[in-house]
């Protein structure tokens, strides 16, 4: 068991910048977090849930969605059980609930992942 919770999230204005956090409880046996491959998703209402970037479990691996690519960077602390989103020049097509994930194994950008957030919203306005 894996348990994520996410926060960051509040209102700010196009161009603003918003750092996401999300801290990580292993509850495995033998397993802690730095075997866990992170991603962060968001999903906008009426719309799919949509990749934003991933991480490998060593951080040495780094893919990001072409909605953010240039934008945004992922980063985690192993020590601390945490994984980071920094996201850059919002845009009003960012808001969205971001979610958090994990999974054992490499990053993927699809949403097979293991273990989810609750979310935390975004809401990019003026």
């Known amino acids: 068991q894996v348990q994520l919770v996410e926060s960051g999230g509040k209102l700010v204005q196009p161009g603003d910048s918003l750092r996401l956090s999300c801290a990580a409880s292993v509850r495995v046996w033998t397993s802690t977090f730095s075997n866990y491959a992170m991603a962060w998703f968001r999903q906008a209402p009426g719309k799919e849930r949509q990749f934003v970037a991933a991480?490998?479990?060593?951080?040495?691996?780094?893919y990001y969605g072409d909605s953010v690519k240039g934008r945004c960077t992922i980063s985690r602390d192993n020590a601390k059980n945490t994984v980071s989103l920094q996201i850059d020049s919002l845009k009003p097509e960012d808001t969205a609930v971001y979610y958090c994930?994990?999974?054992?194994?490499?990053?993927?950008?699809?949403?097979?992942?293991?273990?989810w957030g609750q979310g935390t919203q975004v809401t990019v306005s003026s």
């Open positions: 991480i490998a479990s060593n951080g040495g691996v780094m």
């Open positions: 994930a994990a999974r054992w194994g490499a990053p993927l950008t699809t949403t097979e992942y293991s273990y």
